[in-house]
């Protein structure tokens, strides 16, 4: 029943919104007017004004998270979520397509992510108006600001919602794939302090920050630890001068563990390697964190898993590859507010990069997917 050139004509009209993280407010007066007119109840909160006075900026062309329901024929209710914002670079988007493929001209990302989830509940919800179909009680969140850690959802009242299942559309892969476990993610700051002196006449006077950086890095591991935990140190930034041993350094970085203990226990080491470097040559180090979002795993034999799995089977496709995740989705934010949620693939590849695509065939799919979770099977 997906009707392919609406489902091309719908990821080309989202994709040719600016929607880049806390630029949404047109992607989102489209969303909301969309809904409405497929006859949802629609609520949009202050998330955008409250992010805004907690970093202390401006952006006034993002407003909140959408909220909408859709009253169904039983009692069954599900939620379906998929967000508004893009990475960057995201502006002026030109969509190309060939043959089954979609994407952009390789000056932007094309937006897949997260289009591909919001054209899969669009569509859904039109060929259920359109047929009169029986489906259960219906949720959508479609939060703002995913992309910089789930912003949108951490100011969510979850309250209002009464799933206790969920599937978020914001898988990378093929269509098909569930992701039923994610990280904790902790972002961190690490400033060396040492003391300045002209290298040229007094370089012993000094202490030299840039030195205690690279004593410290020296002695910690980084990438992949284990099957479990990451760390990566992504950014330094200090020194003066040529001429002046360094006084200051400041390098950022994160961690994800599936464990959150064990992220923090690394954290942890961090911190204690880099303060004796700093004590051992006479400086001093700072260290803040901040837990981003937090781990969750589904079990494998939960309800919103196993209604996947019946719902693939059903339309004859391959058993969901069921996997664990080393990205982050406003999934996080579900679970740690009880209510169970998988990431599903809608289509999406190469996110994040001027490469990211999908197809046709991937993105009708993940219509059909989505659809049948929607409707009453009792």
């Known amino acids: 029943m997906i009707n392919r050139e609406r489902v091309i004509n ?6 040719s919104f600016d929607s880049e993280s806390f630029k949404e407010i047109e992607i989102s007066k489209y969303v909301a007017n969309t809904l409405k007119e497929l006859g949802l109840e629609i609520e949009i909160d202050n998330a955008g ?9 401006s952006f006034p062309h993002s407003k909140g998270n959408i909220y909408a329901y859709l009253k169904g024929t039983g009692q069954d209710f599900v939620l379906f ?21 979609i994407k952009s001209d390789g000056t932007t990302v094309l937006g897949a992510d997260d289009i591909s989830g919001l054209v899969s509940i669009i569509e859904a919800l039109r060929i ?10 219906i949720e959508l969140l479609i939060p703002i600001a995913e992309e910089p850690y789930c912003q949108g959802t951490k100011y969510f009242d979850f309250n209002k919602i009464k799933s206790n299942k969920a599937y978020v559309l914001d898988l990378d892969g093929p269509v098909g794939n569930a992701a039923i476990g994610a990280p904790s993610i902790i972002s961190f700051t690490i400033e060396i302090f040492g003391l300045s002196a002209h290298a040229g006449f ?3 006077d000094g202490i030299n920050a840039i030195t205690i950086l690279g004593n410290a890095l020296a002695k910690i591991r980084v990438g992949r630890l284990n099957d479990k935990t990451l760390l990566n140190f992504g950014k330094v930034y200090g020194g003066l001068q040529r001429n002046s041993v360094p006084d200051y350094v400041n390098i950022i970085g994160e961690v994800r563990s599936l464990d959150k203990n064990e992220a923090i226990a690394i954290l942890n080491n961090v911190r204690d390697i880099f303060n004796s470097e700093a004590k051992r040559l006479g400086g001093r180090i700072s260290l803040e964190y901040d837990i981003k979002i937090e781990a969750y795993k589904v079990s494998d034999n939960s309800i919103v898993v196993r209604d996947y799995q019946r719902v693939l089977n059903k339309l ?17 934010n579900l679970n740690k507010n009880g209510i169970e949620g998988i990431v599903i693939s809608s289509g999406m590849n190469q996110c994040h990069t001027v490469n990211e695509y999908t197809s046709i065939s991937e993105l009708i799919k993940s219509c059909e997917i989505v659809l049948e979770l929607m409707l009453d099977t009792n």
């Open 10 to 15: 719908e990821f080309k009209r989202l994709a």
């Open 49 to 57: 004004d409250l992010i805004a006075k907690e970093q202390s900026f």
């Open 81 to 101: 979520s998929s967000h508004l914002d893009t990475v960057s670079p995201g502006i002026n988007k030109k969509v190309i397509i060939e043959d089954d493929i």
């Open 128 to 137: 259920i108006k359109e047929n009169n179909l029986k489906h259960k009680d």
């Open 202 to 204: 007094h370089p012993e």
């Open 316 to 332: 004859g496709y391959a058993e969901p590859k069921l996997i664990t995740t080393f990205g982050g989705s406003d999934n996080n």
